[in-house]
């Protein structure tokens, strides 16, 4: 049963801490999403990834925020320092570049972070 | 300006009852999708609209596109308490999906 795994599903640290966050997207996959979700904001887009490379990072906080993908099956989002506003749940999303107007994601469960 | 609005924000119902959600932009889309989500997991795909009016059916899911592609509806028959969860509308707008903040729905037993 192939899914998008994420690590770690809960994460509480304090403030100017680095929190890195990894994801396993689905074999075969060659497009990976990173998304912040909170109440207020809904989900956002911080990250993408095509084929490994990084094609649109406009919605990351430059200054504190990085994504990576050093191989194929791992990709990595960090923040150094975290700060109380960067508290939300991050998903990892993977899909197949197929049609542009169909293209299904597929969503790991999510790091929750709440940073202290 | 928000660009999609979702509504109702939060809906609470009764099993057995019948809901519509609606999803409106003033933007015209080249598709959308409508993603659920439970509590504690991420969202997961139930439908895929592409074409201005087309009616889709899931079991007692029914989604439709509006004619000029702006808004989409989704529309809920005898809900169980398993159709629990966060109603996510996402069309796609230069190649990029647009998420909305949101239907909440609890149907209670």
């Known amino acids: 049963d192939a899914r998008v795994t994420q690590t770690p599903r809960h994460k509480v640290t304090e403030m100017g801490q680095e929190v890195t966050m990894r994801c396993q997207p689905i074999l075969g996959h060659n497009t990976v999403f990173w998304y912040r979700q909170t109440m207020m904001q809904g989900l956002e887009l911080l990250a993408y990834f095509r084929n490994r490379a990084p094609l649109d990072d406009s919605g990351m906080p430059k200054d504190r925020f990085s994504a990576e993908m050093p191989d194929a099956t791992l990709a990595t989002l960090k923040i150094q320092p975290s700060e109380p506003r960067d508290s939300a749940v991050y998903f990892c999303?993977?899909?197949?570049?197929?049609?542009?107007?169909?293209?299904?994601?597929?969503f790991g469960e999510g790091s929750r972070l709440t940073v202290l | 300006t928000q660009l999609l609005e979702q509504s109702p924000q939060f809906l609470s119902i009764q099993e057995g009852e019948n809901l519509t959600v609606y999803c409106n932009s003033s933007s015209v889309f080249s598709s959308l999708q409508w993603y659920r989500q439970e509590p504690g997991e991420g969202p997961v795909l139930l439908v895929t609209?592409?074409?201005g009016g087309e009616v889709k059916k899931l079991k007692r899911l029914t989604f439709q596109f509006g004619d000029a592609r702006k808004d989409s509806s989704l529309h809920i028959t005898a809900a169980q308490t398993g159709d629990t969860g966060l109603y996510l509308c996402?069309?796609?707008?230069?190649?990029?999906?647009?998420w909305g903040l949101g239907t909440s729905l609890a149907v209670n037993p």
């Open positions: 609209v592409v074409t």
């Open positions: 999303a993977s899909g197949l570049r197929g049609s542009v107007n169909t293209g299904e994601l597929f």
């Open positions: 996402a069309p796609r707008m230069d190649r990029k999906l647009i």
